[in-house]
């Protein structure tokens, strides 16, 4: 069976894209499909797959489905959605800039930006409210006290203690449809050589985490710019995050470090959040979107 497909990344964020209006994958393939595309040696090479399917809601244009490299469902993926907005314009499956996409039942507003060429350059995303209830994130600790910022839910999650990789952390947890930790690293520690490859994986399964985590480390450069890794959960590192870069903002606020736009620097390039500090205020995300190629793949 051949699959046709399309390579796209986020700021280095990549994933196999596949048009789920004409190529019919059961739904039990999909997740041995995603390990398969994603693997870097053996398959096309990507941090997931992700599904473009069609709708039966006036009110929705397009549904994202999503996928990480380990086959495991993802809720949300800010880079990735950006990349859905640029194929479905680039391959005339509609000619609306202003566009619906429902992931995981949550739907996202967007904005296009469109070049001389009639292609999408970048794309705005107003991503909705950040879930700061630590039951909502999910975030299993006693933070019934941790918060006291007026329009923030008590217990919020700032700058709360964990143990992991042998060594003390303070954290942040938010979601934007699905679970982040922002780690603000000590001074003492440099984010170039920081050993993500064995502390990610421990945050990531931290007992705190009842379905994983995505983790952002994070360095403040001044009050506009932060520079962030993060890693992903069912994934690994990946040189971008959409909602890694929303979260990371959402951290910066909230602990004071920076006001209300932050261009986050990821190892992929850079994407600018805004948000004003309110509970129930939008996160806007903005940044590039861009196809690498195409083909096909012949899959058993």
């Known amino acids: 069976m051949e699959i046709s497909f399309t390579k796209m990344h986020g700021c280095g964020n990549d994933y196999v894209y596949i048009d789920g209006g004409k190529e ?47 086959g495991s469902r993802s809720e949300m993926c800010g880079n990735g959605i950006r990349c859905v907005a640029k194929y479905v314009y680039d391959h005339r499956l509609t000619n609306k800039k202003q566009l619906t996409i429902v992931s995981a039942g949550k739907n996202k507003y967007i904005n296009l930006a469109v070049g001389a060429d009639d292609k999408v ?52 947890c938010v979601s934007m ?58 994934t690994g590192e990946t040189l971008a995050c959409g909602t890694g870069c929303c979260t990371t903002t959402v951290a910066c606020i909230l602990n004071g470090h920076t006001d209300a736009t932050v261009n986050v620097h990821v190892l992929g390039g850079i994407v600018t959040c805004t948000w004003d500090g309110n509970s129930e205020s939008s996160v806007i995300m903005e940044g590039p979107a861009t196809t690498v190629f195409e083909g096909v793949i012949e899959i058993d």
């Open 177 to 234: 449809g699905n679970p982040h930790a922002v780690v603000f690293l000590p001074d003492d520690m440099d984010l170039e050589s920081f050993d993500i490859e064995h502390i990610g994986p421990q945050f990531e399964n931290h007992e705190y985490f009842p379905n994983r985590t995505n983790t952002e480390f994070v360095k403040v450069d001044d009050r506009g710019n932060v520079h962030m890794r993060v890693w992903e959960r069912g």
């Open 24 to 70: 019919q994958i059961p739904q039990k393939d999909k997740p041995a499909l995603a390990r398969k595309v994603s693997d870097r040696h053996f398959g096309i090479g990507s941090d997931g797959l992700i599904f473009i399917n069609p709708v039966d809601d006036p009110a929705v244009d397009f549904e994202m489905e999503m996928y990480n490299a380990d």
């Open 121 to 172: 350059t970048s794309v705005k995303v107003d991503m909705g409210a950040p879930i700061l209830k630590a039951a909502e994130v999910p975030v299993s600790v006693n933070a019934d006290s941790t918060s006291s910022l007026p329009g923030i839910p008590k217990d919020a999650v700032i700058d709360y203690p964990i143990s992991a990789a042998g060594r003390d952390w303070h954290m942040t």
